[in-house]
Structure formats: C-alpha cells, structure tokens
C-alpha cells in the first residue's frame, strides 16, 4: 500500500512523536489529519509550535483538528472533518496517550499503593479507552474499503519478557514506578493484537510499535528532576524521530498480504533493517 496520496490519521499530532510522524507521512506524498488537545497557536511568532501550526494551516493535504479523544462529540466532529476533507481512511496512528509525567508532575513516578481510584480512571480513559474510541471511529473506511492499517503506540513496560522458567514485566522497566501508565500500554498491546485477528479477513493490518523514550515536550524537566529527587545519571533519550522508519514501514501493510498482529522495538527494528543503532538515534 504505497503511501502517496494515502489518508493518514495522527492522534496526539501537534508535537513530539506526533509531529514527527505528520511531517514523516506529509513528505510521502501522503494526506495527513492531525488531531490533538490543544492546537492553537500562541502567537509567538518564533516558537516552534507555532511554526508547525502556520505550516501545517498553509498546505491542503494537512488537516488540524482540536480534540479530546475521551470526548465522544469531539471525536465524532473530528472524524466527519477528516471524511469531508479527504473522503476517507487508509492509517491511523494511535499516537495520544496521558504521559507520566503529566499526570504526576514533574517526575512521572508513583507507587500502585499511592494512587487512587481516580488516577487508574483518568489513565484509562486517555490510553486506552480514548484509543479504543478513536479506532472504533477510524476503522470504518478501512473495513468498508477492505484495506488499510491501523498502528498503536505502547511501551516496553506494557510487554513481557521470558526469564527463566515463566515471565516478567517488570525486568522490561527495572525500578519503574510508572504506574497505572504502563497497565493501560498492557491493556493496549493485548487489546490491538486481538483487533488484529479480528479484522485480517477486512484486510486491515493492525500492528504495535514500542518506541524508546523520546525528548519530547518536558522530557528534559522531567529526566533532570527525576535525576535530582531519585539519584543516578540522567537518562539519556531517543531522537522523537526515531519513530518514523518503522511506521513508515508498518503503514503500508495490509493484511493479507504483509504483516500484521505484530508487537515492534523501535531501536531494534531500525537496526535490523539498516536505519541505525542506538549511536544514531540516542542524544543527551
């Protein structure tokens, strides 16, 4: 499924990963709605968000839609925008999620006891249940037309791993604390390895990408207080990029006739397939 003229859909697309990947599939030839919580520019005219935003508004195969994807008549707008501007669906992007570090400042960490029942709801209305209505939405086109691919961002800390005789999440994330995060990217791994199967028949390939963690918008603060308050070097993260081969990749599966139900390391596949090692993508 070549990527020209191709209509992708991008949740979470106004910066960071996001952007990489709007501007990744922009320069494919590809049409590209972005949807994300806040869009609007400042009005500085020197900050990168709003260079992004006046770039974006300057093209007509770009389309930027403000929405809460937890919000279901935001959600169902935003759609019908996209369908009227582009006709349909070829690949979406499950990009949006509630970070750690947003939902406990600065740092992101705390531990299952300290939470509350209303931390795991809030997590779980963004991460997962907000992922799951946006595919719900998205998934239409490409079943009608009997093609497409729909790609999920997770986490290394949502899988497993064997050791020794059974297996473990935690060897994954050694000392993570960042919970109840990680259990909504385990629930969005399984859930997306499921829709795979469900939907191989509609010829719609449904695949996970598990990215490093990437200087995005706070990662800076975030690593640097995290490195105060626990100790340790301050951890050193991806290029946001380092995203783009691998979903480049998985966006022109279909089903039937490529790869689909398939759980991805970012570092690792770009290493594998020619696009470099941690030396290329890894900066302090």
């Given at each position: 499924m070549a990527l020209q003229d191709k209509v992708v859909v991008v949740t979470g697309g106004a910066r960071?990963?996001?952007?990489a990947y709007v501007q990744a599939f922009l320069a494919r030839g590809a049409k590209v709605a972005a949807l994300d919580l806040s869009w609007a520019p400042s009005g500085v005219s020197n900050d990168a968000d709003d260079r992004f935003y006046r770039e974006l508004a300057a093209r007509d195969d770009a389309l930027m839609l403000t929405c809460d994807i937890t919000n279901d008549d935001q959600l169902a707008a935003a759609y019908q925008a996209t369908?009227?501007?582009?006709?349909?669906?070829d690949v979406l992007i499950n990009n949006a999620a509630l970070l750690p570090s947003v939902q406990f400042p600065p740092i992101g960490d705390i531990t299952i006891l300290e939470t509350t029942d209303a931390d795991w709801e809030r997590q779980f209305a963004v991460s997962l249940f907000g992922t799951l209505k946006v595919t719900r939405a998205f998934i239409r086109p490409m079943l009608a037309q009997q093609s497409g691919?729909?790609?999920?961002?997770?986490?290394k800390g949502g899988t497993t791993m064997p050791v020794?005789?059974?297996?473990?999440?935690?060897?994954?994330?050694?000392?993570?604390?960042e919970m109840p995060y990680m259990a909504?990217?385990?629930?969005l791994t399984a859930m997306f390895c499921y829709l795979a199967d469900e939907v191989k028949d509609q010829n719609v390939a449904v695949n996970v990408i598990n990215p490093t963690g990437a200087r995005t918008t706070g990662f800076d603060e975030k690593t640097s207080a995290r490195a105060t308050l626990l100790?340790?070097?301050?951890p050193i993260g991806a290029k946001p990029e380092h995203v783009v081969p691998l979903a480049l990749f998985l966006a022109e599966q279909e089903a039937k006739t490529g790869i689909t139900g398939r759980v991805f390391d970012t570092i690792e596949w770009n290493a594998a397939n020619s696009f470099g090692g941690p030396e290329v993508w890894f900066t302090d």
């Open positions: 960071g990963m996001g952007r369908i009227d501007k582009f006709k349909t669906v691919s729909i790609i999920g961002i997770s986490s020794g005789d059974g297996i473990s999440w935690v060897a994954r994330r050694p000392n993570s604390r909504a990217k385990a629930a100790g340790g070097p301050k």
